[in-house]
């Protein structure tokens, strides 16, 4: 990894954690797999720090852009696989 995750200056400590681990968790989709539940769960907490759709999408690109991972692609796999546990892409 030689890159640097989109954070916000305004954000505490603990929600600088969870944002990090949530782009950690699509890393992980694309390099590994990541159990479906654990993603649903971050994905849910860094909506509640970056509730904007606008600002979403912005740090998505950040992400993507240093990273050429897409988060959008994992979460959306995510909501049309069901019940299946592991999300790989």
Same mark, same amino acid.
């Given at each position: 990894?030689?890159?640097?995750?989109?954070?916000?200056?305004?954000?505490?400590?603990?929600?600088?954690?969870?944002?990090?681990?949530?782009?950690?968790?699509? /890393? +992980?989709?694309?390099? *590994?797999?990541?159990? #479906? !539940?654990?993603?649903?769960?971050?994905?849910?907490?860094? =909506?509640?720090?970056?509730?904007?759709?606008?600002? /979403? +999408?912005?740090?998505? *690109?950040?992400?993507? #852009? !240093?990273?050429?991972?897409?988060?959008?692609?994992?979460? =959306?796999?995510?909501?049309?696989?069901?019940?299946?546990?592991?999300?790989?892409?």
């Amino acid at each position: 990894m030689n890159y640097s995750y989109p954070i916000d200056e305004t954000w505490t400590t603990e929600e600088i954690v969870d944002v990090v681990n949530y782009f950690s968790l699509i /890393e +992980k989709a694309y390099e *590994k797999g990541v159990q #479906k !539940q654990d993603l649903v769960a971050a994905y849910n907490r860094y =909506k509640q720090i970056v509730p904007s759709k606008s600002e /979403e +999408k912005q740090l998505d *690109k950040q992400f993507e #852009k !240093q990273s050429g991972y897409t988060p959008f692609r994992v979460i =959306k796999k995510a909501k049309d696989l069901g019940n299946q546990d592991t999300i790989k892409m």
